[in-house]
């Protein structure tokens, strides 16, 4: 008999979790406004809200936390961090924050003008937003098979060189440089291949261009290299990340993901002067360099999660599990964007709620509907979350309109998996009775789907 795949650790903590009844959801979801962000946690049983910071550390992390040198500078923990982010990508300058959109302002800050044209594969919301705060314009230069969710090849977040050649072409000198996301979280957890970061260099070299990799899920984004692209399956994770870091002139990173922290981010670079600059607005807004918003401890901890993370077995049991609840839900016919991601799953919700029209948000009435079925706590990456152009101020229903379910890192067994597939396949089943969705009776300007309060449409 073949020896089936299990988890690369075993566990020696626990945390209690609660079901509740679905008359008490009602009324929770009720006060919450229709929006999962201002729920209380005890209200939800399964959290697939996000993978960032929500992960459980290692027993050797937590020893590390025990270790933290908590000095104002020079600390040795700042050192631990910064050499195993050399080590890692070959950047030699590395500025601390305290997340990841921290380090984006940090280092905008020093880069982005009004007037600006940052290209690249899918900008994060906090990207964007830091971008478009700047009065500069995000342009998304993703591959276009992004867009049909059933299509299944393999780096589904490349960046298409022509739109970035395009882009460069019109706008070349008000371009500060490009950025590219690995794994591509906006489009579905979806990873870029070494092949497309060599091609994004070329495009940048041809005009003169700096490329800076948004980071925060490197490691599965070489996990994906290693087991998808030819040629890289005899490596190890660390020497493809090595590599994929010998395109980019620089990277933020948000630590909460890929190095298993619950709070921590970092800028990194070989250019002396974006350090230089940085450094500067990195100290009046985050802290002093060796610490930059973080404390000694939990710089310790991010060293050894990102130490941890770059293994094969870590990164793939992580993986196997999102691939375990995406095969559930194949098993039930429910439409989410293929293949599966590396952090999350993401349905096709305008597939699932055919009744609901775009002005009704279907992505977020299937949050709502999952969460009163079960306790189960996705999050809308869709309608909502674009915001309205900031010109016209009309809704942005151009993109596509997703249930995320992103998946803690070492939190959950497959039981819970089983146990969300449960609840999406009754959802499932009864989704032409659902014909009403939500509509939003008072949002904010940027960043609306953190704050918006909705209310049902009646049928
Ligand atoms: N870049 C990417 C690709 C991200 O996914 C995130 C955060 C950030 C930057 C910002 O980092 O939260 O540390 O400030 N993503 C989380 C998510 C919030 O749920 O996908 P941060």
New binding site residues.
């Given amino acids: 008999m073949e020896i089936p795949f299990a988890e690369s650790f075993k566990i020696k903590m626990v945390e209690p979790i609660h079901r509740s009844t679905r008359e008490e959801r009602e009324k929770w979801i009720k006060e919450a406004h229709y929006n999962v962000f201002q729920l209380k946690a005890q209200e939800v049983y399964i959290d697939l ?5 929500t992960g459980a550390m290692s027993d050797r992390q937590w020893a590390g936390i025990m270790m933290g040198d908590e000095s104002y500078a020079g600390a040795t923990s700042f050192f631990k961090m910064k050499d195993m982010i050399t080590k890692l990508t070959g950047f030699e300058y590395v500025l601390p924050t ?7 302002n940090v280092l905008f800050s020093c880069l982005v003008k009004e007037g600006d044209f940052v290209p690249g594969n899918s900008h ?4 964007k937003g830091h971008i478009e705060s700047r009065k500069a314009t995000a342009v998304d230069c993703t591959v276009d098979e992004a867009k049909d969710t059933q299509l299944e090849v393999p780096f589904k977040g490349n960046v298409d060189p022509k739109k970035l050649e395009a882009c460069l072409a019109a706008h070349a000198d008000k371009v500060p440089f490009i950025i590219v ?6 489009a579905g957890g979806q990873p870029v291949s070494m092949q497309n970061l060599r091609e994004v260099r070329a495009v940048a070299d041809k005009y003169n261009k700096r490329v800076i990799f ?4 490197f490691a599965e984004n070489a996990y994906f290299i290693k087991v998808r692209e030819k040629g890289y399956e005899n490596k190890t994770i660390k020497e493809i990340c090595k590599e994929m870091f010998s395109y980019a002139d620089g990277m ?1 990173m ?4 890929d190095a298993i922290v619950n ?3 970092f800028i990194a670079t070989h250019i002396q002067e974006w350090y230089d600059a940085a450094k500067v607005v990195g100290i009046v807004c985050e802290g002093y360099l060796t610490y930059g918003g973080m404390n000694g401890r939990d710089m310790n901890a991010l060293a050894i999660g990102l130490d941890e993370n770059t293994e094969f077995a870590t990164l793939e049991t992580r993986i196997k599990q999102v691939e375990y609840l995406a095969k559930k839900l194949d098993e039930y016919g429910i439409p989410y964007q293929r293949p599966a991601g590396g ?2 799953i993401f349905i096709d919700a305008p597939k699932v709620l055919t009744h609901v029209p775009k002005e009704e948000f279907p992505a977020q009435t299937l949050t709502i509907e999952l969460y009163l079925e079960a306790g189960i706590r996705g ?1 809308e ?1 869709g309608y909502l979350l674009a915001d309205r152009d900031p010109v016209t101020r009309q809704n942005r229903f151009g993109g596509l309109d997703f249930l ?1 379910l ?1 998946i803690p890192r070492r939190v959950y067994t497959n039981n819970h998996m089983d146990v969300v597939a449960a609840a999406l396949k009754n959802v499932y089943d009864r989704r032409e009775t659902i014909t009403g969705g939500v509509k939003i009776t008072w949002e904010a300007e940027l960043m609306r789907h953190f704050t918006v309060k909705l209310e049902p449409v009646k049928r």
């Fill in positions: 809200l996000t993978d960032s910071g305290h997340q990841g959109r921290a380090a984006e994060f919301d906090t990207t996301t690995i794994t591509n979280n906006t948004d980071s925060a899920r933020t948000s630590a909460k993901k709070m921590g981010g952090h999350a999050c990456i995320r992103a």
